[in-house]
């Protein structure tokens, strides 16, 4: 069983972490959940330093380390079958890519600025977050650890684009998500429909923290979004959801979704498109607007990178899907990643 099992390092501090471990349990893929240094026993570290680091054996049964929990996910649908999360019908599978991108890119951006933003929140995380590791470090140990990783992080919060002038921005947007968010809870389980895809596990990932952990947005998300705070929970372990072949969606979406995608386009969009017009001119800043105020920031190659998967996800479509999924779009702000701008 424990050679079958797949080993997931990772941490419960990091929301990447709590997607992929909520994918696998949805899925009943068996894994073991590495914490440590310790837990992992010498298996080689990735290419990237990331976590979650999933191991899958090549042909000769050597574990190889994997990074970036979008394309793994993928990779488990091919090699476990059943119980999928990524829905079959093709414009509702493009829709789940995208949802699922904006959690993963702009949802963390509220993870991280709220963490290391405030006061409190630099506070709970500088104290909580070291002790992941091994519980048993010396008090004296976890000191110089709060202090050093608390610092590194708060110096990294250009890389998200939390600075002054962008986190009122960030804030109003977590906000407005939680309460389209809500609004669609209210008559659908799950993003898609009556059954979970990938893109519910990316924002219950990054929503274990702004929801459930960091003092600032968890405070606001129980007292005005409890029914959100609970979807989060539930989403942690749905080992036990009988699935509906029908479960997904078809093209025929709800105002629910819509709004939620209009929320996506009035954001993640503006940003996403920002973003890869600074790395195509080799700019040093990207600065653009969003929801009528300014939003700098500096270039992030990774998310450049996002949205050509993301418009390589939308080329594959057959012609007539793509029609439809722009109809589907169109006004919500969205269909801009994919038309070049008037
Ligand atoms: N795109 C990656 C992002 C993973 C990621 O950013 N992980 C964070 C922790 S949540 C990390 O490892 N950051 C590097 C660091 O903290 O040194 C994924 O989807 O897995």
């Given amino acids: 069983m424990m050679q079958d099992s797949l080993p997931v390092r990772g941490s419960p501090g ?17 894994y073991r959940f590495l914490q440590s240094e310790e837990d992992a026993g010498g ?7 990331l976590i979650p680091i999933v191991y899958f054996p090549d042909e000769q049964g ?18 476990y079958p059943g119980r999928s999360v990524l829905p079959e019908n093709t414009i509702v599978g493009l829709l789940n890519y995208l949802l699922e991108d904006y959690g993963d890119e702009w ?17 709970k995380a500088g104290s909580v977050l070291p002790h992941y590791a091994n519980v048993s470090v010396p008090d004296k140990t976890i000191a110089e650890l709060k202090q050093a990783f608390s610092q590194r992080q708060i110096d990294r919060l250009y890389v998200v684009g939390s600075n002054d002038t962008t986190a009122e921005v960030i804030e109003d947007s977590y906000k407005r998500f939680l309460h389209g968010l809500n609004d669609h809870l209210k008559n659908h389980p799950f993003l898609l429909g009556q059954r979970p895809a990938s893109a519910d596990f990316a924002c219950m990932g990054q929503l274990t923290q702004l929801a459930h952990f960091d003092p600032t947005p968890s405070l606001y998300t129980a007292e005005y979004f409890p029914r959100v705070h ?48 600074a790395l195509d001119r080799g700019l040093d800043k990207v600065e653009t607007e969003v929801d009528g105020r300014v939003w700098v920031q500096q270039p992030f190659p990774y998310q450049g990178k996002c949205l050509q998967w993301l418009r390589i996800e939308f080329a594959r479509l057959p012609r007539e899907d793509r029609e439809i999924l722009l109809t589907i779009l169109a006004g919500t702000g969205c269909e801009r990643l994919f038309t070049p701008d008037p």
């Fill in 62 to 79: 050597e574990l190889c380390a994997e990074v970036d929990s979008t394309p793994i996910i993928r990779r488990l649908e091919d090699e």
């Fill in 14 to 30: 990091s929301p990447y972490t709590r997607k992929m471990l909520a994918v696998l349990r949805f899925r009943h893929i068996p």
């Fill in 43 to 49: 298996l080689p570290p990735p290419k990237v330093g």
């Fill in 230 to 277: 609970a979807w989060v929970s539930k989403l942690e372990d749905l080992s036990g959801l009988a699935v509906q072949d029908d479960g997904f969606f078809t093209a025929d979406i709800p105002d629910t979704l819509t709004a939620l995608l209009h929320e996506v386009g009035r954001t993640y969009v503006p940003v996403m498109l920002a973003n890869a017009l």
């Fill in 107 to 123: 949802l963390t951006k509220a993870m991280f600025h709220y963490r290391w933003y405030y006061a409190d929140d630099i506070e």
